[in-house]
């Protein structure tokens, strides 16, 4: 590379034929690295370094330039160059940021030094002069232009032409894939945050007012995959999956059913609606109760009740004899039981009695004795009580016999008197036989149950005189 300068009459300040070149090399000998792209907003191809860094001065958003020896390509950076950054050292790219160009340039206009290890020769033209290498710098180093703007000095008259588009946006999670400045007439393609989905046109030109033209680009928020259902499986889902407003439907499966819609709904935030299958209750699933049945059925929802019955031979105690289908899918706990019938054939025995008819008994329900012909019952309650395990309670009677005329003991001249059957209550009388009068004495007493305990001091003795004896 070679510099040409030449100093004038006055040899105040440098006559300076490749300004640009100068200025690099004495910033650069030591930023020579790989060219970079990164925060490119521009770029230029087949110019020269002193017009990349004309470029670069005319635009406000420059702020550091990457220049190309080889393929002479000029790239413009948004960002302020950081040494440290690239530990590369190759000299086919030059690398230096907009403020050390206007500084160090401006110093050589004020000094008139020559920057050290820079050789001077004769070649440049011959009418340099202070005022070629202020305009060197031009007026839009430090110009009014903002930066969308491309500054243009045509003899010190700046203009501010619009040539980019800011990659800003104010729709909600999105953001632009190139964060750089997009030139006018060139595209930048809008992307969304993580855990959100785009819909919508995402490419979007920059106009020559240097905005964006309009999109309908929205983000919407990702939910995550429906939740598992227990006792459900998904049937349907709307096309936008999984996003904010997404819809799914469920089914439930064998065994669970709902009284509310299946269908969920991603809400803001990601989060899901709420929908659960309850599970339900199945006839073979019943509580047993032993000798009972649940009446034929299938599935029971909270709503449904079954209902138990016994088995032939027992009855429902006292109860409600319905159980519910809790929320759960668990039965409720049976509220009655089976209770064995007492019949008429199963009741204890009494000797000589038996139990007036009926058939079945219950609980509570009381069967009646009573004695066969000649036999009586003995004090006592005649009924018997129905358990609720089918068996009776103990009777507490008996049947005794009657004690008849015929088997009553002879009394000499004597007759009884009435009666053909007697109980232990009773008392037989004699009557003497005509002719016979009552001496002394009485009748026999029949004092206990089975046994005749006689009392024989009756005697009838025989009238012995054709006299009459007439009571006074």
Request: aromatic content about 10%.
């Amino acid at each position: 590379m070679y510099y040409n300068l030449k100093m004038n009459v006055t040899r105040q300040f440098l006559v300076v034929i490749s300004l640009q070149y100068v200025v690099l090399d004495r910033i650069m000998l030591s930023h020579l690295h790989p060219c970079t792209f990164e925060n490119a907003f521009d770029s230029f191809s087949g110019i020269t370094v002193d017009e990349c860094v004309k470029e670069c001065n005319n635009r406000a958003r420059c702020l550091s330039l990457s220049y190309n020896r080889y393929i002479s390509h000029c790239v413009l950076r948004e960002r302020v160059y950081i040494a440290s950054e690239h530990k590369s050292t190759t000299r086919r790219c030059v690398i230096v940021n907009r403020d050390e160009i206007i500084a160090s340039t401006e110093n050589i206009i004020s000094t008139g030094t020559t920057p050290s290890g820079i050789e001077e020769t004769t070649k440049g033209p011959e009418n340099a002069t202070s005022e070629n290498i202020t305009a060197l710098l031009s007026n839009c180093s430090n110009n009014g232009c903002d930066d969308q703007s491309v500054c243009a000095d045509v003899v010190n008259n700046v203009t501010c032409t619009v040539a980019y588009c800011i990659s800003e946006t104010n729709i909600s999670n999105a953001h632009f894939m190139s964060p750089v400045a997009t030139k006018v007439g060139n595209r930048n393609t809008l992307g969304c945050d993580s855990d959100y989905t785009a819909f919508g046109k995402g490419s979007v030109l920059c106009t020559e007012d240097g905005t964006f033209e309009d999109t309908d680009f929205v983000c919407v928020q990702n939910c995550p995959s429906p939740p598992v259902k227990v006792g459900a499986s998904i049937v349907t889902w709307s096309p936008r999956r999984f996003t904010e407003n997404t819809t799914v439907t469920y089914t439930c499966t064998e065994g669970y059913y709902t009284f509310i819609s299946p269908t969920i709904e991603c809400k803001a935030g990601g989060l899901w609606s709420a929908f659960e299958c309850t599970p339900a209750c199945h006839h073979s699933n019943a509580p047993t109760v032993a000798n009972g049945y649940l009446l034929p059925g299938d599935w029971y929802t909270v709503l449904d009740v079954g209902t138990y019955a016994c088995s032939d031979g027992y009855y429902l105690s006292p109860g409600n004899p319905t159980i519910g289908c809790t929320s759960t899918g668990v039965w409720d706990s049976p509220a009655v039981s089976c209770y064995k019938h007492c019949t008429h054939v199963s009741h204890p025995v009494v000797d000589f009695g038996y139990m007036l008819p009926g058939d079945p008994y219950k609980e509570y329900n009381v069967g009646t004795y009573a004695c066969h012909n000649g036999h009586y019952l003995s004090p006592g309650d005649p009924t018997v009580v129905c358990r609720s395990d089918g068996s009776w309670s103990f009777p507490g009677i008996t049947c005794y016999t009657y004690c008849i005329q015929h088997t009553l003991p002879a009394v000499s001249n004597a007759v009884p008197v009435h009666g053909t059957d007697y109980n232990f209550t009773m008392s037989a009388e004699y009557d003497c036989l005509s002719l016979y009068y009552l001496s002394s004495g009485t009748a026999i007493d029949f004092s206990t149950l089975v046994t005749l305990r006689i009392n024989i001091t009756m005697i009838c003795r025989k009238v012995v005189s054709s006299c009459l004896f007439i009571k006074t």
